[in-house]
């Protein structure tokens, strides 16, 4: 990765520049704590051996999701795919044919072995596929944002088919190939990301490298997850559909936790707000979910689950690994009791609206009661002439408007901006009250960055920034060898 693209940083949802006054330069971290005599967190289980953690996985599950005060998953039941470790080697030994798997798929494997893309039990089937395209539902008319499917190039696989899965050399599954199809990828393209154009990312994934045909079926056997960097652009042309029924855990630098582990550590009987995000934390996103937790929706003792996407994006995004490290290192900063943090191993579609309906979706199952969502989720532009791909709000009024069908609430971030004389307001306060406004566009912020000056403190916090040039001195020293 480039330089540039790992000092590219999210810019604030109102634009911030320095402070005029040295006074006025640091905003303090705002750490909220709970109603008093409301239960906040759930005592996490000891430490214990990873085979041990790894069996545990399946009775959490079952006990996550018979806690009556948690919002049901999506279908009711939190699907949990792992194999027994007796079942495994017998699951390998029956593979007959062997495919490498893409980032991507890689993180839709564990997602669907983990529960997170409940209720499918397996990669999609080709009536699910059609109905999603067509109208953001399963054929049983649950509703789901985007098609989950595995695809491939080539022809000699058939129906029936049990493959190993692998991923960077690795065995990562077995699979049973219980349906193929060649799909309609300008359908796919117009319906879930509102263009055929190829300066749309995911259009690019979808029509330059998934494979020609799509398969389905059944009878996925999880196996380790390797630590592999991930990137963007890898899905080929066919679509899988099967059964996930994984093995173990996988390791990776990021660990990321699987919705019955972050269900166990849920407060019981409050809001729990979901915020995601894919891009490092600055000030001003801090305070947009640390203000929804006083939303008049949350209710009091209201928790937030910080809950960052680690797996593909754009290709100028930052990498999951940096990121990680700067959530980390916030997350001991803020030291909030109110903020849960999970890393998600989801690759990105920037589908907009359609991808908004995804993370409900996948944070429902995670355990979470309302979503945290502002301008513009999820969305693109195009590389030639910079327009949107979708309206500013496109995805807010339509996770809004299908919010009651999920058992879920929306919570639209507020758009605030930091004032010389009370620091974080929201923009109409400031507007009303005639207060000086502080701006730092992210492009003067990167190239401050880049060059070692000094970052305002009101604008990102140092530790984020002191990962941020670590990652930029390591790139360099790379890029120079």
């Not at 045909?213 to 042309?237: Q, S």
């Not at 009987?269 to 937790?293: D, W």
Request: glycine share 8%; aromatic share 8%; net charge neutral.
């Amino acid at each position: 990765m480039a330089t540039e693209a790992l000092c590219r940083a999210a810019a604030p949802a109102a634009r911030v520049a320095a402070p005029a006054a040295a006074s006025k330069a640091a905003a303090p971290l705002r750490v909220q704590r709970p109603a008093s005599g409301r239960r906040t967190a759930v005592g996490a289980a000891p430490a214990r051996a990873a085979a041990s953690r790894r069996a545990a996985v399946v009775v959490r599950a079952a006990a996550a999701t018979e806690r009556a005060s948690l919002i049901a998953p999506h279908g009711g039941k939190l699907v949990n795919l792992m194999l027994p470790e007796d079942k495994k080697a017998a699951a390998v030994a029956s593979a007959t044919k062997t495919i490498e798997l893409s980032d991507r798929n890689a993180c839709d494997v564990e997602l669907l072995c983990v529960g997170a893309f409940s209720p499918l039990e397996g990669f999609m089937h080709e009536a699910d596929y059609q109905s999603v395209v067509e109208g953001h539902r399963l054929a049983n008319g649950l509703l789901f944002g985007l098609p989950v499917v595995l695809d491939t190039e080539r022809e000699d696989l058939v129906v029936g088919d049990r493959v190993l899965l692998t991923y960077n050399g690795e065995e990562l599954a077995v699979f049973t190939v219980e349906s193929k199809w060649k799909p309609n990828k300008p359908l796919e393209a117009q319906n879930c990301y509102r263009t055929t154009s190829i300066e749309h990312p995911a259009v690019q994934m979808i029509t330059m490298e998934r494979g020609k045909y799509y398969m389905g079926g059944n009878h996925l056997h999880y196996l380790p997850f390797p630590t592999k960097p991930m990137i963007t652009m890898e899905r080929g042309k066919y679509y899988m559909g099967g059964k996930v029924e994984g093995l173990r855990l996988p390791t990776r630098v990021f660990p990321c936790a699987t919705p019955a582990e972050v269900r166990s550590t849920l407060p019981e009987g409050v809001a729990v707000l979901a915020f995601q995000c894919r891009n490092p934390i600055h000030r001003a996103h801090y305070e947009l979910f640390i203000r929804a937790l006083d939303a008049p929706n949350a209710g009091p003792g209201a928790v937030c689950l910080v809950h960052p996407t680690c797996g593909p994006t754009q290709d100028d995004d930052i990498s999951g690994i940096v990121r990680y490290r700067t959530y980390e290192v916030l997350k001991e900063e803020a030291n909030n009791p109110r903020l849960r943090w999970a890393y998600l191993p989801y690759s990105m579609h920037m589908a907009g609206p359609r991808e908004a309906i995804q993370h409900m979706i996948i944070r429902k199952n995670y355990g979470c009661t309302h979503f945290i969502i502002g301008r513009d989720m999820a969305g693109s532009k195009s590389c030639l002439s910079g327009e949107d791909f979708y309206g500013a709000y496109d995805a807010q009024e339509f996770a809004t408007a299908n919010a009651p069908e999920l058992g879920m609430q929306t919570v639209p971030s507020l758009n605030i901006t930091y004032t010389e004389e009370k620091g974080y307001v929201t923009a109409d306060v400031a507007e009303k009250e005639g207060l000086h406004k502080l701006n730092l566009s992210g492009t003067k912020f990167r190239k401050m960055l880049r060059a070692g000056e000094d970052i305002p403190e009101w604008f990102a916090f140092k530790s984020v920034v002191s990962v941020l040039r670590e990652a930029i001195a390591e790139e360099s020293a790379s890029e120079s060898e």
